[in-house]
């Protein structure tokens, strides 16, 4: 980056410099690579949703959905019927 910020400075200063000179770094050299990097992170990000969803499938979804309505969660709160009544008078 800094040598970047530098040949621009240079070519800003020296307008008539030769840009073909074996020392001076193109500008757009880094175009392609970030391509690159920018593809394989969207490529890896894609194959990580892909890997979630289809162990979402084969470990969780085969699981039934707990019954969630009001009536359900009564029972399930509700206290056990006891067996000895007959004692709480």
Same mark, same amino acid.
């Given at each position: 980056?800094? !040598?970047?910020?530098?040949?621009?400075?240079?070519?800003?200063?020296?307008? *008539?410099?030769?840009? &073909? *000179?074996?020392?001076?770094?193109?500008?757009?050299? @880094?175009? @392609? %690579?970030?391509?690159?990097?920018?593809?394989?992170?969207?490529? /890896?990000?894609l194959a990580k949703i &892909?890997? /979630? &969803?289809?162990? =979402? =499938?084969?470990?969780?979804? @085969?699981?039934?959905? @707990?019954?969630?309505?009001?009536? !359900?969660? %009564?029972?399930?709160?509700?206290?056990?019927?006891? *067996?000895?009544?007959?004692?709480?008078?």
């Amino acid at each position: 980056m800094l !040598a970047l910020v530098m040949v621009r400075a240079h070519r800003m200063a020296n307008p *008539s410099a030769d840009s &073909t *000179s074996p020392d001076a770094v193109p500008l757009d050299s @880094p175009r @392609p %690579e970030l391509r690159k990097l920018a593809l394989k992170l969207i490529l /890896l990000v894609l194959a990580k949703i &892909t890997l /979630l &969803t289809l162990i =979402w =499938w084969v470990a969780i979804a @085969p699981y039934s959905r @707990p019954d969630t309505r009001p009536a !359900a969660i %009564e029972h399930l709160l509700a206290p056990a019927p006891s *067996s000895s009544s007959s004692q709480v008078k």
